[in-house]
């Protein structure tokens, strides 16, 4: 049986490695917004979807804060998917820039969604109700977007 103390660590650690991939989420979308900045539409649509990860970014750490976890401070792992929007943007261009940040949003949703059952009912909520929709949103204007090009 799981006490408190071992359900709190586990979703404390989910919740790290989400918010590792939303880093990992703001840093390529800063390569990408460097490196596709000529297209002011395409700009203006990046942005706004790093704005969303960078918001998820804060919601993340202030609840692991609150359940007394210690929140991850870089991408770890996921930071090698920012180097490989980097150097597609520099060989592939716009297209296949924009078909790797959708991947990216196709893995963050998956993760999201696959890993609700395991989170205590508070922190589940807190995804669905804060993370989820987010989520869903910045993966459809990706869609939309490789779909436009």
Same mark, same amino acid.
């Given at each position: ?17 989400? =918010?590792? #991939? ?12 460097? !490196? *596709?900045? %000529?297209?002011? +539409? ?24 609150? =359940?007394? #976890? ?12 920012? !180097? *490989?929007? %980097?150097?597609? +943007? ?41 993370? *989820?929709? %987010? ?15």
């Amino acid at each position: 049986m799981n006490t408190t103390t071992e359900v709190k660590n586990a979703d404390v650690d989910q919740l790290n490695s989400f =918010l590792r #991939g939303e880093i990992s989420a703001v840093e390529t979308y800063n390569q990408a917004i460097d !490196k *596709l900045g %000529e297209e002011p +539409a395409l700009s203006t649509k990046l942005a706004n979807c790093r704005s969303s990860h960078q918001q998820r970014v804060t919601l993340l750490k202030d609840e692991i804060k609150r =359940l007394g #976890g210690t929140p991850a401070d870089g991408s770890g792992a996921w930071g090698s998917f920012a !180097k *490989l929007v %980097e150097g597609g +943007a520099k060989v592939f261009g716009t297209k296949a820039t924009v078909a790797a940040l959708e991947e990216g949003e196709d893995h963050g949703r998956d993760e999201y969604k696959s890993e609700l059952e395991g989170l205590s009912a508070d922190v589940r909520q807190f995804v669905e109700h804060h993370l *989820l929709p %987010e989520q869903l949103t910045t993966h459809s204007t990706l869609s939309a977007l490789k779909h436009a090009l």
